[in-house]
């Protein structure tokens, strides 16, 4: 069995969370990586689909995996204004329990989205959930409502007309909110036990659907990287200062990937930003117009970087230089970002199609696929030697039946 090492010892993470939990929108760190071995690999249905759970509602948000315990949010009837949390059984996928509330907000999003957009947060004994509608709730694990925040309540024009989208992250004990948009548009950084602001920040007043990345140095200090149209500001979480900001501008969709103290930005293609050990300072290393990441976040494995375009093209890049090293066109498209466990990176397409592709090969290269014949939006969970993915109607456990 894996060992439980605590993940504060690798980030400064709260107790309760442990190595093989994913946490929040890309994993534990928000990187897209995993540690996990034994995956499978050549996919096939019969072998590796060891339980298809149907869910009530829609949702683009990805799936939490805490212990033995999956965590996913979707949004039911016909309006979208039933918003919904639940947890199921990581071994078999039966329901543990499910909550639903009634929206407070706005349930406007464009059609191919929806109000179950944002992924939740946990600290491993609260879960942190907020929808499109900018409704915020707190539960514990086992389900029980701790507090809730209609935060279109307090401020009412936080909204677009293509829904929100912006997960939540947590830095140390404070939770960040990014509700960014046209009109009343800021982030928040509230208290975890009671919802209320700790601080708040106005942003540049435009559609964002960017999630923050925390960047933790060795001492522990935290950052929090807000990326819009406006480029990068790094945000001092206790406070809400900004201690710097990259002002090059960027996407408002696909995120930052964080490695080490190598920020990689969609800016003008992709664009390396090396952040000083002072937290108040960084350099731009390298920049790449042919590394222009769609909707897809990039992701950072060992010394290369990937990038994947709306044409459905991967590009791996060497990390010091930005030189291309090679490219490989896979079947999209895809609104979802990958990740990558074991050296084998796992993607899903917008028809449904898993792909995996193998990082050790020369040009990387396609090693199994397979159709679950639904669309698929989110990124994957992974842990416990599992893939957790989900669609607007099911959600699947995808592993090898019997573990190495």
């Known amino acids: 069995m894996k060992k439980q090492l605590m993940i504060v010892a690798l ?4 107790a309760g969370v442990f190595a093989g939990d994913w946490t929040g929108f890309r994993g534990p760190l928000g990187n897209g990586l995993s540690d996990e071995v034994g995956l499978p690999v050549k996919l096939s249905a019969e072998k590796h689909v060891a339980w298809k759970t149907a869910l009530p509602g829609k949702g683009l948000s990805s799936p939490l995996v805490v212990g033995d315990r999956v965590f996913v949010t979707a949004s039911g009837g016909t309006r979208q204004d039933r918003l919904q949390i639940l947890c199921l059984n990581a071994a078999d996928g039966s329901v543990i329990w499910k909550r639903q509330f009634w929206v407070m907000g706005s349930t406007m999003c464009h059609k191919k989205t929806s109000v179950a957009a944002p992924t939740p947060v946990t600290d491993g004994k609260l879960l942190f959930a907020i929808f499109s509608s900018n409704d915020l709730f707190c539960l514990d694990l086992d389900g029980n409502l701790k507090w809730l925040r209609g935060l279109t309540v307090d401020y009412p024009n936080a909204r677009n007309s293509l829904g929100m989208a912006s997960s939540l992250v947590m830095a140390g004990d404070v939770l960040v909110a990014q509700v960014e948009n046209d009109s009343e548009s800021f982030v928040a950084g509230l208290n975890k036990t009671t919802g209320g602001n700790l601080w708040k920040i106005d ?5 964002n659907w960017t999630t923050a990345t925390v960047r933790r140095d060795k001492a522990g200090k935290e950052q929090v990287l807000l990326q819009s149209g406006k480029g990068i500001h790094a945000v ?3 406070s809400g200062k900004v201690e710097w ?3 090059d501008g960027a996407a408002t969709i696909p995120s930052s990937a964080l490695a080490g ?3 990689f930005v969609p800016s003008h293609g992709l ?4 952040l000083g050990a002072d937290g108040k300072s960084f350099k731009q290393k390298w920049r790449s117009g042919r590394l222009r990441p769609g909707t897809a976040s990039p992701l950072v494995h060992g010394r290369k970087v990937y990038s994947l375009n709306n044409a459905g093209v991967l590009a791996c890049a060497d990390v010091d230089s930005g030189n291309r090293l090679w490219q490989l066109r896979l079947d999209g498209p895809f609104g979802g970002s990958p990740v990558v466990a074991d050296n084998h990176m796992y993607i899903f397409s917008e028809e449904g199609l898993a792909q995996v592709v193998d990082l050790t090969a020369p040009e990387g290269n396609v090693v199994g696929k397979m ?3 639904e669309m698929i939006q989110c990124s994957p969970a992974v842990s416990n030697g599992a893939l957790f ?3 607007n109607g099911h959600i699947w456990k995808i592993s090898r039946k019997t573990r190495l």
């Open 11 to 14: 980030a400064g993470s709260a």
């Open 203 to 207: 942003r540049p007043k435009s559609a």
């Open 236 to 238: 001092n979480p206790a």
């Open 245 to 247: 900001h990259y002002a």
């Open 261 to 263: 103290d190598m920020l």
């Open 271 to 274: 664009t390396a930003l090396k």
């Open 371 to 373: 159709d679950l014949g």
């Open 389 to 391: 993915v989900r669609s």
